[in-house]
């Protein structure tokens, strides 16, 4: 939850409309409603005063977004990871089956593999994932046998 949506469920929690809201701010209604939709935020005093009206610190109203991001960010560096990991598994299983050929002429295992480890590097993000979390499933029921 932003910081926007916080404020937005605060004011309707005290049955606020954005009018009402914004006369005890003394600001324009266009201004509550561009702070609910995050197209900009308050400045500090405003922040004071919105603490206030809403019972709660600046702390609070500030540190949802704030540790919201930073988990958004934890999980977008982990998948970052995944797919990374997914890039280089491709590109092993197309020189593996490569090396397959050349050693032991076994062309089937070449065209297989190739069209495999292609698919992988090349696969969308989206589905990278989705192969991940079925090797994850593969992985968990072969372990629990």
Not at 22 to 50: D, F, G, H
Not at 107 to 118: A, K, Q, R, Y
Request: net charge positive.
């Amino acid at each position: 939850m932003d910081l926007g949506e916080r404020l937005q469920n605060l004011r309707e929690s005290k049955n606020m409309s954005r009018e009402d809201l914004a006369k005890k701010m003394n600001v324009s209604r266009e201004t509550v409603y561009k702070w609910e939709n995050s197209e900009c935020y308050p400045n500090s005093q405003n922040l004071l005063k919105l603490s206030e009206i809403y019972e709660t610190t600046v702390v609070k109203l500030i540190k949802v977004n704030f540790l919201t991001s930073q988990m958004e960010e934890t999980i977008d560096k982990r998948e970052e990871t995944i797919l990374n990991i997914l890039f280089y598994i491709g590109m092993a299983i197309i020189f593996f089956g490569f090396f397959l050929d050349l050693l032991f002429g076994l062309s089937i295992f070449f065209v297989v593999l190739n069209i495999l480890g292609t698919l992988i590097v090349c696969f969308p993000k989206k589905s990278k994932k989705h192969i991940f979390h079925i090797i994850i499933d593969f992985k968990k029921s072969f372990t629990s046998q």
